[in-house]
């Protein structure tokens, strides 16, 4: 049995591979494509967390995947350049592999597993997933006029998952990541529905609002977990500064 868990992290990476293939190089619509490709990956998934559907930790390790995945489509549908698209899909498809692997080894193998590990790969889908989802909803805005509010919404259920995954993830107390998570919600919502109205492109206000919501994640951990210091803050805020620094020079305004 622990043969076919064992087999997860290269199934879900076929079943990926196969999905963007179809999409670059077949006539199916990739709308079923997307929901195939999503329903199959999460099925493996949910089989290898033995369908604990009552944990918080089944619905973020199938959920934290599940999103990258799903959100890697916003940015792979707008790309014009096959390589770049081909690109994408090999990153997406390795990281998942990566992800999976690890979820194999703290589930069904601990003494293999090493620590932090998760905690880390959760926090890099989930700043990417941002990332990714905000390209897109950028993009819907943009061209097919979105309405701001909408998009918000689902802006505002999304962060709140991510950010109560990730205090989770970094053992915070459930009680005491629920406040977190509801301000970082509102307060990141806020910022992406700002950042729609900058003169710049949807990849440069995807940055922006990727790094806030790195720079949130990051204070919060810190802050729940009573490890807040003057030198994080310090590093945190320097990294933040450097960055935006880097997005705006490198801007397209328009």
């Given at each position: 049995m622990i043969l076919l868990y064992r087999l997860t992290s290269f199934a879900v990476s076929l079943v990926v591979a196969l999905g963007f293939a179809l999409m670059l190089?077949?006539?199916i619509h990739p709308y079923l494509l997307v929901i195939l490709t999503?329903?199959?990956?999460?099925?493996?998934?949910?089989?290898?967390?033995?369908?604990?559907?009552?944990?918080?930790?089944?619905?973020?390790?199938l959920g934290t995947p599940l999103l990258f995945l799903l959100?890697?489509?916003?940015?792979?549908?707008?790309?014009?350049?096959?390589?770049?698209?081909?690109?994408?899909?090999?990153?997406?498809?390795?990281?998942?592999?990566?992800?999976?692997?690890?979820?194999?080894?703290?589930?069904?193998?601990p003494v293999a597993?090493?620590?932090?590990?998760l905690e880390y790969l959760s926090g890099l889908l989930h700043i990417l997933s941002v990332f990714f989802?905000?390209?897109?909803?950028?993009?819907?805005?943009?061209?097919?006029?979105?309405?701001?509010?909408?998009l918000s919404?689902?802006?505002?259920?999304?962060?709140?998952f991510i950010v109560y995954g990730t205090l989770w993830v970094g053992?915070?107390?459930?009680?005491r990541a629920r406040p977190y998570a509801l301000v970082g919600a509102v307060l990141l919502s806020e910022l992406f529905a700002a950042l729609s109205f900058l003169p710049t492109g949807f990849y440069s206000n995807a940055a922006f609002l990727a790094l806030g919501v790195y720079v949130f994640l990051g204070l919060s951990r810190a802050h729940a977990l009573h490890?807040?210091?003057?030198?994080?803050?310090?590093?945190?805020?320097?990294?933040?500064?450097v960055l935006t620094l880097v997005i705006t020079l490198t801007s397209q305004w328009i």
């Open positions: 190089f077949s006539s999503g329903a199959l990956v999460a099925l493996l998934l949910a089989r290898l967390l033995e369908w604990h559907v009552r944990t918080f930790q089944f619905w973020h390790l959100s890697s489509f916003g940015p792979f549908f707008l790309l014009e350049s096959l390589i770049s698209k081909a690109t994408l899909a090999v990153c997406v498809v390795v990281i998942l592999f990566l992800f999976v692997e690890h979820v194999f080894s703290f589930t069904h193998l597993y090493q620590p932090f590990t989802l905000s390209v897109l909803g950028f993009g819907l805005s943009l061209f097919l006029q979105t309405p701001l509010w909408i919404l689902i802006f505002f259920l999304i962060l709140f053992k915070v107390d459930s009680h490890k807040l210091s003057k030198e994080v803050l310090r590093r945190y805020l320097i990294v933040f500064v």
